[in-house]
């Protein structure tokens, strides 16, 4: 073998070593972030716990302590919140991850998302005592796009604001017209970015600090979430810094709507938020006990009949004696699963067909086409709360035409099966 190949082969092999080495180095960087993930993620969903089940434990000791019960309600609220943001977050980088994220898109008005983003933002902002200032433009602004996930996007850089700027600190939500964009900006006087982490920092895992992160909490996924969105958005996001103690400011771009779209926004009817909710014959279906009667309770003081049932066979008992309008059941019961239960009430020869709601911890886009494929005509996510089980009856009632039941009935709830929990 000749000089010259010689030297080409010892290129070549030091190339290959060099190559694999590259490798392992991120193989293992990439078990370090997993595992510091991992550890952070067990962190956050505990962090909660504890506060939850110290207020538990005062409410049970002086429940005649109505002052401390109202505001140890607010703080247990705050910290489900919480619980809610991180596991969204986890299903949301799920379904990005495999591709499985969708919009709904139509025209929107800017500030409604941004309404909707304040409101959502506010409690934590507040309760760090930052001064907030929005500014709007006069003229309606109106893009294509997912309004709910918009206001994602913007509510998520406000509670990061509010998180990561110290108590007493400012923070700036600016909205203007740009040529042919409508420009976002949500500034604070927080801690800053450093300037090495400033390309990096919209990656899934990132953490400006990790000591920071413990105190503030965050998994690290928010911001990967939010320039996903605002990419299939078509629009673009920046962060920007002069370091850390100097604040940041991140900056939101979207396409407004072409003239035609805003139009149509324009002359779309106003919702009717104020009609009066229909009231039907609810049957409940959960083995957890705990679930059931606290959903019973809701949809009693939201004027609905109610029964329960504890399991997919008792549901169908009470099928036979009566006929509800909406069945909201439970996904994974023992026994009978709650796509058996929907199969089989599909299957019955009824006068009408109630509606089927699947209420199930399990959120992808396969569980809800499972559902859907099994009978349900709804699937909801737990935990499900007020607003959302109004919506429902709303629009239920909306394709009915009319409630089922009679207006004039001032006691819904009596008929309502008896609770053991």
């Known amino acids: 073998m000749g000089e010259a190949e010689l030297t080409k082969l010892n290129e070549a092999l030091s190339a290959e070593i060099a190559e694999r080495k590259r490798a392992e180095h991120a193989l293992r960087e990439s078990d370090r972030r997993k595992d510091e993930f991992l550890a952070t993620l067990a962190h956050e969903l505990r962090n909660p716990l504890a506060p939850l089940t110290a207020a538990l434990h005062l409410i049970r000791a002086e429940p005649e302590n109505t002052e401390q019960v109202e505001q140890l309600a607010g703080m247990m609220q705050q910290q489900l919140d919480q619980l809610v943001r991180l596991i969204d977050d986890l299903v949301d980088v799920s379904r990005i991850t495999g591709g499985k994220l969708r919009l709904r898109c139509e025209p929107t008005r800017v500030a409604e998302f941004i309404d909707a983003a304040v409101a959502q933002s506010r409690p934590l902002i507040d309760a760090a005592?930052?001064?907030?200032?929005?500014?709007?433009?006069?003229?309606?602004?109106?893009?294509?796009?997912?309004?709910?996930?918009?206001?994602?996007?913007?509510?998520?850089?406000?509670?990061?604001?509010?998180?990561?700027?110290?108590?007493?600190?400012?923070?700036?939500?600016?909205?203007?017209?740009?040529?042919?964009?409508?420009?976002?900006?949500?500034?604070?006087?927080?801690?800053?970015?450093?300037?090495?982490?400033?390309?990096?920092?919209?990656?899934?895992?990132?953490?400006?600090?990790?000591?920071?992160?413990?105190?503030?909490?965050?998994?690290?996924?928010?911001?990967?979430?939010?320039?996903?969105?605002?990419?299939?958005?078509g629009g673009s996001i920046a962060a920007n810094s002069e370091g850390p103690g100097s604040g940041s400011e991140f900056l939101v771009r979207l396409p407004i709507a072409e003239p035609a779209m805003q139009a149509a926004e324009t002359t779309a009817p106003p919702p009717s938020a104020q009609d009066a909710l229909p009231r039907f014959k609810v049957l409940l279906v959960d083995d957890n006990q705990s679930a059931v009667h606290m959903m019973s309770r809701l949809l009693s003081k939201l004027g609905q009949e109610v029964h329960v049932a504890d399991s997919g066979m008792a549901a169908l008992d009470h099928l036979s004696h009566m006929l509800p309008d909406v069945v909201i059941s439970d996904v994974a019961m023992p026994g009978m699963s709650g796509h058996d239960l929907a199969r089989h009430i599909r299957s019955l020869d009824l006068p009408r067909q109630p509606f089927l709601v699947a209420v199930t911890g399990y959120g992808q886009e396969s569980d809800r086409q499972a559902a859907l494929a099994a009978g349900f005509d709804k699937h909801l996510t737990k935990p499900v709360g007020v607003a959302t089980l109004e919506q429902l009856l709303r629009d239920r009632g909306t394709e009915v035409g009319s409630p089922r039941l009679e207006v004039g009935n001032q006691n819904p709830t009596s008929t309502t099966e008896p609770l053991s929990v």
């Open 129 to 233: 005592r930052h001064t907030f200032h929005v500014s709007l433009p006069n003229d309606s602004i109106v893009v294509s796009g997912d309004k709910v996930r918009l206001a994602q996007v913007i509510s998520n850089l406000l509670i990061n604001a509010a998180k990561y700027t110290p108590p007493g600190g400012r923070i700036d939500l600016t909205v203007r017209r740009e040529a042919k964009e409508v420009l976002i900006s949500v500034r604070d006087t927080g801690i800053g970015i450093p300037r090495d982490m400033q390309a990096r920092i919209f990656d899934r895992f990132t953490q400006v600090d990790a000591s920071t992160t413990r105190a503030h909490g965050g998994l690290g996924l928010g911001l990967t979430i939010v320039k996903t969105l605002v990419e299939m958005h």
